[in-house]
């Protein structure tokens, strides 16, 4: 769990900064346009991926407990909803070939959590 943490804790300050520093850059790498409203919007995108990279970080050296079952069960669904709408927008056409990179890192990393963290999944009750 540690070094999965840690890997994605650095992919997503690649996405954080990545978004927010160079969103034009990042989205004509994708064959799109970026109007004003895009750029903002690719900004906040951006901005929503520093928050689980700090969480990820911080919590790489934590044992098992409620708390970081709670943590990865949250990056199952939030990288299984972005593969989700990332397929969506692959498929749509909007985008170039590149469109796929982002439904194949979502997808990985929802299925990575969801194997080395079984037993956050299997051990969460509703409260």
């Not at 160079?22 to 004003?36: K, N, Q, R």
Request: hydrophobic share 55%; aromatic share 12%.
């Amino acid at each position: 769990m540690r070094t999965l943490l840690s890997l994605y804790a650095m992919i997503a300050v690649v996405f954080c900064l990545g978004l927010c520093v160079m969103p034009v850059f990042w989205i004509t790498l994708y064959g799109a346009h970026a109007d004003p409203q895009a750029i903002l919007l690719l900004r906040l995108v951006g901005a929503l991926f520093g928050g689980p990279a700090v969480m990820t970080w911080k919590a790489r050296n934590a044992e098992r407990s409620k708390s970081r079952d709670a943590i990865v069960l949250g990056l199952i669904f939030f990288n299984g909803l972005g593969a989700f709408a990332a397929l969506l927008g692959a498929l749509s056409g909007v985008y170039n070939q590149f469109a796929w990179g982002p439904v194949a890192t979502f997808t990985l990393c929802a299925i990575a959590f969801l194997l080395v963290g079984r037993e956050a999944i299997s051990s969460s009750t509703p409260n």
